[in-house]
């Protein structure tokens, strides 16, 4: 991940969900950990511990992966 994506963000949908900032998720694809901010929010739902699993796309690979948030 290029340092510069760090900071940019395509923020039109999550400001309607008002996560919070700084929050990485893993992409299963690339093996990389993500900064939340840059992926394309797919779904939200909670999983067995009421850990939030975010489905998103990454914006290095485009697959769609599922992930626990982790901040
Ligand atoms: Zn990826």
Same mark, same amino acid.
């Given at each position: %991940?290029?340092?510069? &994506?760090? =900071?940019?963000?395509?923020?039109?949908?999550?400001?309607?969900? /008002?996560?919070?900032? *700084?929050?990485?998720?893993?992409?299963?694809?690339?093996? %990389?950990?993500?900064? &939340?901010? =840059?992926?394309?929010?797919?779904?939200?739902?909670?999983?067995? /511990?009421?850990?939030? *699993?975010?489905?998103?796309?990454?914006?290095?690979?485009?697959?769609?992966?599922?992930?626990?948030?982790?901040?």
């Amino acid at each position: %991940m290029k340092k510069s &994506e760090l =900071t940019r963000s395509y923020n039109s949908n999550w400001k309607k969900y /008002q996560f919070q900032r *700084k929050i990485q998720v893993y992409c299963s694809h690339c093996k %990389m950990w993500i900064n &939340e901010d =840059t992926t394309e929010f797919i779904n939200i739902e909670e999983g067995m /511990q009421g850990e939030d *699993k975010l489905t998103f796309k990454c914006p290095d690979c485009g697959q769609t992966s599922t992930s626990r948030r982790y901040s």
